[in-house]
């Protein structure tokens, strides 16, 4: 093991929490982070001519990987030699702690890794000589179901993805006891209500957190939440068979749809759609109150009835 000089300031997500955003700062601030001492990578993939592939849940997940089972970008790509990609990834990983530093990573798919892979990055990262900073941005339950069901839907359209129910729950929790368990005390939690609080938003409290100065960057906002509307116009024109024969102009058509922010309430469930998952929300809260606080508990579980 190396002695312990470098830093690693490790960005888990979760998933929902401005990630997109902040990947694309610091992409494109590669420089001005540079000049404020820290080191942003930049990976890339041989085989498909992908380059500077900012979100580092790709590299972190496709390294870091017991189950036998292909990262789901991995398998989006039809990559034939893994191999070769992971032995890539890697060694940029290595040549980045090797010759910075402090370096950045920014992958919220770490929060979705099985503990033994967690634990074999933070190994791996620790025997490069790297003290790890790890943190997690969380939203609440209710603000995270909301926004998780909008990310499907843009799958879905996409083709890469089901057409899932507006009321199914995805919980937040394994992702933050996985965390917890691994990083222990190291890791900390802050609150999206807190983040978007920020003047600069999400991005500018998570870089704020790190030491850095947001203000001297561009920032980028990307993925915002789409209106009630637009919403359940497209999820109900996905029901229809036909739409599995949408050509890729009239699927870029909903997507385009799906990104106009300005036309009415942004989407939350109805009343009904909330009765039916209210206990699944509640029984999270009450964990969430007891994990990390009541600042990352819903406050209201505010609809909008279609």
Partial sequence: MQKANKIVFLHAGLHKTATSSLQSTCRLNR?????????YPLF???ENGRKGIGNHSIPLRTVFNSSGKAYDMTTHWKLRDLTAAIDGYRNTLIESISLHDCIFLSAE????????DLRSLKSFLNDMGATIVPLACVRSPYSHHCSAIQHALRRAVKGRGPRVPMTLFASQLPKVQALLEVFGEAITFLSFRQACADSLGPVGAVLRHYGLKPDQLNLVRANQGCSNANFRQVWHELADPASQDWTKTQRQERLTLLRTTDDGPKFKLNSTELEEIRDRLDAEN???RQLLGDIFCDYN?????A
């Fill in 109 to 116: 798919g770490v929060s979705s890794m099985a503990i033994f």
């Fill in 286 to 288: 009450q964990a969430f």
């Fill in 44 to 46: 890339h993939c041989v």
């Fill in 31 to 39: 420089a001005a982070l540079m000049a404020q001492g820290v080191h």
């Fill in 301 to 305: 579980f505010p609809i909008v009835e």
